[in-house]
């Protein structure tokens, strides 16, 4: 029971990891309808900052707010500069666009910081309980922690505020917000740039917990997930991207426990199980029937 | 064409037909991918397969005039094939030793062969770790650049993508990146691999480690799912039987990714007294870090390519005493410093390459190789590529080579395939930063083959 | 220009191209032919994503599990059974074909986004599959092919196959594949079929009334993508000698068609092959080529000599070539020349 209630944690800690990047994607999503591939690696570029000023001596969370700054101005920038000039463009456009940058930002990160591991240290004493045998680890709790709380500012900010009812507004129907008085482009780019802040702390936070060191590929080992994550949950629902990250992680680690049959292929079930709520509910489960962009 | 309606007729029996062939081709495939290789004609590893002329090397079935390719005036080209760009770019560091070695002796005179000095021009292309690429650049490399040889190509499978146009072409593949057993193949006699520890012996010091300190030890293992992982299983499993050890429970991860946590969750569970970890790259401290959070503490085994300072470092407090074994000085020891061979190395990495660090064994390891290179171009009777290539196959106690430990001696035989048989047990120390020996040094020479898995070994 | 004037300037410049193809592994040394194979090989399953992505609508960043499968059926019966080439190419697009619709099905209910991921967890997936069952070459996953293997059949004429230029056969191979699936591709975008794809595509409901079946067109259009993904993947085995599959390649490659359909020209039939040759060249010049003319003196330079740089500048280069051309190379000339025709009619 309690190697049960173990790997539950496990699952738990890393589906909150996937959660937490799906919910930059569902951000995107929701306010420009694009599947932006480059989320990742924006995050990653962030986390590097994150390395490069605790290299400096800077305080972990002194850090990580100062790359969340940056990545902001830089999430708009990407907005105004990379997406703006294709955004009438067939989606598909996009979607190479947002390509591009993948292959773009992984590689500049490399260049600018150096191709070998970094240490990122944790932002919090890592400390591990054994309480009845059970497992639980600080990690855990603070990446569950700030899912949470990712969750609340974003309902907040998006349902509960005039910035969000904009937002909102510009991502259904951009011609009538324009009518509005809505600066359309204004409320875009604060879309990238909230997503590529909380990319940053996402990264921060996720990479010391659930990776023993910072590299080129710690995202992309996240993003596949964080991905089927969105599509199992819908692709514009932030509970649909939480719930979607929780089921991922949970049943790749009790698979791993439990079926020893597909322990190299561990993968085969939770995309099994994406396969299997799209064909029931097209849209993922708490996803809004109207998604058919791209 | 009526597409609104399709005639059952016509949709169904190609699509029956289809679907038979498929069943068909995939028992096919499926029963003929691993058994069909029992069809060797010579016996891998132990086994030799000599020329007429008494020799390693046959160059009976080569293209005439390939044997002096590569030597234009005093210069020999060679060339290389790793990642340095992509998600394994990290490797490029092997790069950057190389490269000094081979700058330092080109600048001290160059290599001596049959008498003459040349110097050594080393051309790199970037694989990104994809077999594929390795295959084109290295096709460029023998039709265009027109090398000498291959040397120190990074990874097992690209080594394995190559293996068949470096033995039909003649062209020497030279001190192979990789400690897999897959270069004890008696097919392939252009091929060599490089110092590091074949993966089984890594097992054998171990066990017998173990036996000593507790020889009735019960062992978890974690390996990758592929040729690696298995290397690491099978020798453990040859090496204990007939002991009093036992192993108790075996996971596997994907060695694309290193999430292990769940793994050893599972492993910790059965409190064994030894814990194998038969991965790579960040997998290995991911493995230390999910060990040391569930609180078991067993006598720890890590592979031999997780031995760097980023690597136990990442492993924090969790690296604390994890035992493992090195073909090498570590750079990162104090202790070394003094060592003239270890002072070579420093000055010269920092004049060439000033942007590496000098501490990552995975430079030292690129030095080494380059000097180990050098070496068996100086031993060579003649600057021919059968003439090197039988050098390095019939070597004869490579000593004092780049960063080799004292007392080592690396040598091949018609009946050894395999160079880096001498080698020292280490443990690591944190409170210290750095790994001390565990007893003297091993020498496990002539004894890879019988620990090899066959299907790896002759596949 | 008249329409049959336009007819003859098409038809000498098809003879042309292809006259130019032909002769070109007798004029180019095996890392040219290689390169040119890899554009072609590319632009054949770019073809085939074109149909269900261009014509059709349908979005999959999973086409490389497809090109593997057609690599490791052709692969895996030469090597393991001894087949020659040309047979294995007769069970791998079936066999690809048939994988395309049992994946086109579910691809019925999932749309657009949706499906763009399930397709990628089919590309994350298909290395995984052949971890786990197949163990060929040194008894990994790789399936490398014995020289012998390679050297084509008696009845070749032996000026195509010199000892040593195995590419030219393979290269041979890959162009007969082209031709092959080019003309069955103009075929079919002309025929009924190729209409009902865009008007699936324009309006499904629209299309659903006309009475076109839109569950067969679109099952069929992703067999068909992946029946030409399938040939491409065969026709990379004598290319690169061997079959393999990682994730990080699988995903690669799958992303090399979709950037080949879109900066060759989306819906056109010519585009993908333009974008497949794109791809391949620029690719090469920019980590083969450009580091050779840049002195890696001052920060500009050492950036863009180093190694590590090439994804960038490839991935920079993408973005500002579809900035340009968002239609494509071939839209996007087709647009120019149109615009041009249009003020010259409207002078006189």
Known sequence: MSLFLTQLMNGIGNGAVYASLALALVLIFRTTGILNFAQGEMALYSTYLVWFFTDRN????????????????????????????????????????????????????QV??????????????????????????????????VLVLECVVLYLILQRTKLGLAVRAVASNPESSSLLGIPVGTMLMLGWAFAAALGALAGALAVPASQPALSAASMQSILVFSFAAAALGGFDSTLGAVVGGLIVGVTQSLTTQYIHALSDIVLVVPLGLILLVLLIRPSGLFGSRRVERV | MNLSRPSRRRGSNPLRLVTLLLVAVIIAAACGSSRKSSTTTSGGGGGSTTAPSGKVIDTSACPAGSDTVGVTGNTITIGTSLPESGLYAAFSAILKGEKSYFDYLNASGGVEVAGKKYQIKLVDKDDQYNASQTVTNVQSL????????????????????????????????????????????????????????????EMRAFVDYLKAKKPNATIALLKAADDFGQSYEEALKTMIAGTSLKILQTQSYDPEGSNVQSQVTSLAATKADAFVIGATLLACPAALNAEGAAGWHPITYMSG??????????????SDKVISVTPLLDPADPNNASNPAMQLYMTNVKRYQPTADTADGIVAYGWSTAALFAEILHRSPALTRSAVMETARTLDGATGVGLQLSGSSWSTSAKDWFLGEDFQLIQYSVSQGHTNPIGSLIDDSGKTAALSPTSLLNG | MSRTQRTIVGLVCSVVVVAFLAAL???????????????????????????????????????????????????????????????????????????????????????????????LGLAVLFPDLTKHYVHVTGGTNLVSLDTQRLTPPAWVPTSVSAIGRDDQWAYYVTFGCTLLLFAGLVALVRSRFGRALVAVRDHEAAAQTAGINVAFVKVLAFALSALYAGVAGSCSVLILTQASADKVQTFQIS??????????????????????????????????????????????????????????????????????????????????????????????
């Open chain 3, 25 to 119: 592994p007798h004029h180019y040394g095996r890392t040219n032919t290689v390169l040119w194979a890899q554009a072609l090989y590319i632009g054949v399953a770019a073809m085939g994503l074109n149909l269900l992505t261009g014509y059709n609508g349908q979005v999959s960043i999973g086409h490389g599990a497809f090109f593997g499968l057609g690599a490791y059926t052709t692969a895996l019966l030469m090597q393991q059974h001894g087949w020659q080439f040309i047979p294995t190419l007769l069970v791998a697009a079936p066999m690809c074909f048939a994988v395309g619709v049992a994946v086109g099905f579910p691809a019925l209910r999932v749309k657009g986004l949706y499906l763009a991921l399930v397709t």
């Open chain 2, 305 to 318: 390519t997780c031995v760097s300072k980023l690597l136990l470092g990442a492993g924090h407090q969790n």
């Open chain 1, 58 to 109: 800077f305080p972990v969370w002194i850090a990580i707010l100062l790359a969340m700054a940056i990545s902001f101005v830089g999430g708009a920038l990407i907005e105004r500069v990379v997406i703006r000039p294709v955004e009438k463009a067939s989606p598909l456009v996009l979607v190479i666009v947002t390509i591009g940058m993948f292959l773009a930002i992984n590689s500049i990160t």
């Open chain 2, 142 to 201: 023998i039709d265009d650049t027109k090398v000498f040889a291959l040397f120190n190509v990074v990874g097992t499978k690209n080594n394995l993508a190559i293996r068949n146009t470096v033995n039909t072409r003649c062209v020497p593949d030279m001190l192979i990146a990789s400690g897999a057993v897959q270069w004890g193949n008696t097919k392939y006699p252009w091929m060599l691999g490089s110092e590091l520890v074949p993966y089984p012996l």
């Open chain 3, 255 to 348: 992303i090399e068609f979709l950037v080949a359909v879109v900066i060759g020209g989306t819906a056109t039939v010519l585009g993908p092959l333009v974008g497949g040759a794109l791809v391949v060249f620029v690719q090469h010049a920019i980590s083969a080529t450009l580091p050779k003319h840049v002195s890696s003196t001052g920060t500009v330079g050492r950036v863009i000599a180093n190694p590590a740089s090439s994804p960038a500048i490839f991935g920079i280069l993408l973005i500002l070539f579809v900035f340009v051309l968002p239609d494509g190379l071939v839209g996007g000339v087709r647009r120019l020349w149109g615009s041009g025709r249009q003020r010259l009619l409207t002078r006189h």
């Open chain 1, 112 to 145: 600018q910081f150096g191709s070998d591991a970094k240490q990122l240290p944790r932002a919090y004493p890592g400390k591990t309980w054994l309480p009845g045998n059970v497992q639980i680890s600080a990690d855990t709790l603070v990446l569950v922690g």
